[in-house]
């Protein structure tokens, strides 16, 4: 079985001419190397978020045991 | 506003779809998509924009909700979102970019509108704020997957915007 060679449809804005061509090796190569940099994006996100939840967390729990009621640190918080 | 060209992708799906040799004709650009892709695995998958196909000098900054949950961040590409093959069967997402000044020789400004359709709590829509950090004047715009392809009747048509005699006003 093989693998088909992706094309992409290219249209001449100025002539209105159609063609649909074979994507070269170094587009292909572009295409795999915006797939890791988009995955590498993403874990960066959930690792900033995940260690902006934990800072969080574990801010609250201080001013918990600073005495703070659960009112006073929504208060402060917004959370 | 006017219309320039309209792609509507055929049987068997496109990797990408390019607008190339734009007209400098106009002031501003408008790229409307409707599109559905064959990804799988989330319901919607992102869509590459490279302002004349390349990827350097690209930065946003993005806003997201997820159905259940929100999301922002940034990076160095322009992105927008589809609906993909796990979204329900024949949605499609919908994307709508701006471009103002794209003749401009300092950075063009993109603005990226996208919704995705899916009958779950999982849908995506993002807000994003785009530059393209480049001197050159935008002669061509392609829409490119990371894999996969757009799926047969997925459209892309591209406008082009004229302002008034004053320079400011938009006419139609």
Redesign the interface.
């Given at each position: 079985m093989t693998n088909a060679i992706?094309?992409?449809?290219?249209?001449?804005?100025?002539?209105?001419v159609?063609e649909?061509l074979e994507?070269t090796q170094a587009?292909i190569d572009?295409?795999?190397?915006?797939?890791i940099?988009?995955e590498a994006?993403r874990v960066a996100?959930e690792e900033?978020?995940e260690a902006k939840a934990e800072a969080k967390a574990s801010g609250v729990a201080k001013l918990t045991e600073l005495g703070l009621t659960a009112e006073e640190i929504s208060a402060i918080t917004g959370a | 506003m006017q219309a320039?060209?309209t792609?509507t992708?055929?049987s068997g799906g496109?990797?990408?779809?390019?607008?190339?040799?734009?007209?400098a004709d106009y002031t501003d650009l408008k790229l409307l998509v409707s599109a559905r892709t064959t990804g799988t695995g989330q319901a919607w998958q992102?869509i590459?924009i490279l302002p004349n196909g390349v990827?350097a000098n690209r930065s946003q900054r993005y806003l997201a909700g997820l159905g259940s949950g929100t999301?922002n961040?940034a990076?160095?590409?322009l992105?927008a979102w589809a609906s993909s093959a796990s979204s329900t069967t024949n949605t499609f997402g919908s994307v709508a970019i701006n471009i103002p000044n794209y003749l401009s020789s300092v950075a063009k400004f993109f603005s990226i509108d996208s919704v995705t359709e899916n009958n779950a709590t999982a849908a995506l829509q993002v807000l994003t704020a785009g530059l393209w950090n480049d001197t050159s004047a935008i002669t061509s715009l392609?829409l490119?997957?990371?894999?996969g392809?757009f799926v047969e009747h997925s459209t892309a048509t591209?406008y082009g915007i004229l302002a008034g005699s004053d320079g400011t006003t938009t006419v139609t």
């Open positions: 992706p094309t992409k449809i290219v249209i001449n804005c100025s002539t209105g159609r649909v994507l587009e572009e295409r795999e190397a915006m797939a940099q988009a994006d996100d900033a978020a | 320039i060209e792609v992708v055929g496109q990797a990408s779809i390019v607008f190339d040799v734009i007209p992102l590459n990827t999301d961040g990076g160095n590409e992105q392609e490119t997957l990371n894999s392809n591209l």
